[in-house]
């Protein structure tokens, strides 16, 4: 398969970026979209130019890392899968494709492809962890949790932090990804302690970080890689205006 | 705790989702008034406008929901700048429309300003010529009409045909307005699931549409009797 890549090529965080457009022949449609990078990058090493810079790192759609808004769509045209669970068959031979970095004023490109994610990781460390005693393990049944919440825990759980809701949302908002990582624990019994603490200082890091407002388009939700339900924003705005009328 | 409802996104949309709330019910309030004008020869109407006339307890709610309008659209600029702003500079190159996402939902803005501007227009027609001409303490507006004479008013307003495509723009508007707005109240506020999502937008589109068709209906019943000449 032959493809014409329009890429946004920007040599740092101050510089000006703008789309260079390359061609990619000889693909196996069994390829996968960061492999198809791999192969342009060879080229592009090869003819003495500077590589893409773009991020992964698993590549079976587990850590997060990868990104990439391919024709329009966080995580390319494919539903509920990340970047490096694309492959070139979905695109059909001759196509041209535009590949941009995620845009959000809180997630500043860095170089090519690759933005700084680290907003999020402010947010986790505002308040979406457990305070535990780290003693020997406790027995698996000691704090029984009904089958419902469990499930609906894991749902929210399975969010990997990629940024896809941030960069999807016309409004630049995170509201997914806090939701996902509140939602996740205050359906536990370990997590329900420190419910009120966790939603106000994740809602505070997230506005100070300068993320926008939710205003419920629920794009988001049709772009996220893991699927995750706007219902968990629902749960985060109850978890924060319970917390904040308790005050 | 009085400046989450400035200072956190979470508050801010909490005064949109309670502002709205507020207007859609005193729309259907509205609406519900206005449909009495097709029954019978307008008397029944008239006695309602009678009655919210240029009393106190009609002034305070005037008043109330001027502010309520005031707070709403004030909070949606607000909102909207500091969106922008946390959108960024640069922006797509290639956009699309994400599966099951509303066009209402990402135009919430421009359809607020076509339905405030409709009110302005709205405001001109009808509250000029009723409550104002009141509390001005005449006894008849510039169409030589009695203030409390809502159906005649109502009447001479539908007989235009450019007026009756203004309105239906704006109740247009409206409706798609409220298809995002009633179930996005909800989930703001926190009242939603997975379960309760699909049934709240159902309800949405049942109150927007109720709505739509409450006040379309008489702006065009109006125009078609105005066609009639005098002959229903």
Sequence with gaps: MNFTLKIWRQKDAHSKGEFKEYKVSDISSDTSFLEMLDILNNDLVHKGEEPVAFDHDCREGICGMCSLHIDGHAHGPSQAVTTCQIYMRQFKDGATITVEPWRSAAFPVIKDLVV???????????????????????????????????????????????????????????????????????????????????????????????????????????????????????????????????? | MGC?????????????????????????????????????????????????????????????????????????????????????????????????????????????????????????????KMMLVELMGQHANDLGLAPTDGAALIKYTFSKWYNVVLYLVWFAALWLHLNHGVWSMFQTVGWANDTWLPRLKCIAKLVSGLIFLGFAVVAVVFYAKSLCCGCC
């Design chain 2, 4 to 128: 989450f409802l400035t200072n956190s996104s979470l508050g801010r949309k909490l005064v949109m989702s309670i502002s709205g709330c507020f207007l859609v019910l005193f729309l259907l309030f509205h609406m519900a008034m206005n449909v009495v004008a097709l029954i019978g020869d307008g008397s029944a109407y008239n006695m309602i406008c009678g009655f919210l006339g240029a009393n106190w307890y009609a002034l305070v709610g005037t008043a109330v929901l001027a502010l309520g309008v005031l707070v709403h659209f004030a909070y949606a600029f607000w909102l909207t700048w500091q969106n922008r702003k946390a959108r960024g500079n640069v922006r797509y190159a290639v956009t699309v429309t994400e599966k099951g996402v509303d066009w209402a939902s990402k135009n919430m803005l421009l359809l607020g300003i076509i339905v405030i501007l409709g009110l302005l227009l709205h405001l001109t027609h009808f509250w000029s």
């Design chain 1, 116 to 247: 700084n994610r680290g907003a999020y990781d402010q947010i986790l460390q505002a308040g979406g962890y457990v305070s535990v005693r780290t003693n020997s393990v406790p027995d698996g049944n000691a704090i029984p949790i009904p089958q419902a919440d469990a499930e609906e825990s894991m749902d929210a759980a399975a969010c990997v932090g990629c940024g896809a809701c941030a960069a999807t949302c016309k409004n630049g908002s995170a509201m997914l990804f806090v939701a996902a990582r509140v939602s996740s624990l205050a359906k536990l019994p370990q997590g329900r302690v420190e419910g009120a603490r966790r939603a106000k200082a994740m809602v505070a890091k997230m506005d100070e970080l300068g993320f926008g407002n939710c205003t419920n388009t629920g794009a988001c939700q049709a772009e996220c890689p893991k699927g995750i339900s706007i219902a968990h924003i629902a749960r985060l705005n109850r978890e924060f205006l319970a917390a904040k009328f308790e005050d």
